[in-house]
C-alpha cells in the first residue's frame, strides 16, 4: 500500500505562526484591529470637518468682500410695515369666477 505524505492543505507562509497565536488571543485578532480602525477614522473625520468649516468660512470672506465694495448701495431699505401697507392696498377686482366642468362619475351636489 502506498503512503501519502503529510502535507498541510495549505501554504505556511511567513506570517502563520503569528496568526495562530492572535487567534489565541482574542484582543489581538478583535480588539486591536478595531481600536486602529477607530482611531484612524477619528483623524480621517476631524480632517473632513476642518475642510468643511475651511470651506465655509472663505466663503462668508467672499460675501464681506463684496459688502465691502458696497453692491448693497442701490437696494432700498426693507420695512415690514410698509410692505404689509402696500400688499394690503394692492387689490385683485380683475378677477371672474368660473365653473370648470366634473369629470364623468361625479355626482353634482
Known sequence: MVKF???PYYDQG???PLVSKAKQKPFLYFG??????????????SQLTQTKFDHRDRRHTQVKKEE???????????SLQEEYFRLQAK???EWEQVRIT???GSDEK
Open 102 to 104: 366634473r369629470p364623468p
Open 68 to 78: 465691502a465694495l458696497g453692491m448693497d448701495r442701490n437696494r432700498r431699505k426693507l
Open 32 to 45: 486591536l484591529p478595531f481600536l486602529t480602525i477607530m482611531v484612524a477614522g477619528s483623524f480621517g473625520l
Open 91 to 93: 387689490t385683485d377686482d
Open 14 to 16: 511567513v506570517f502563520s
Open 5 to 7: 505524505q503529510n502535507k
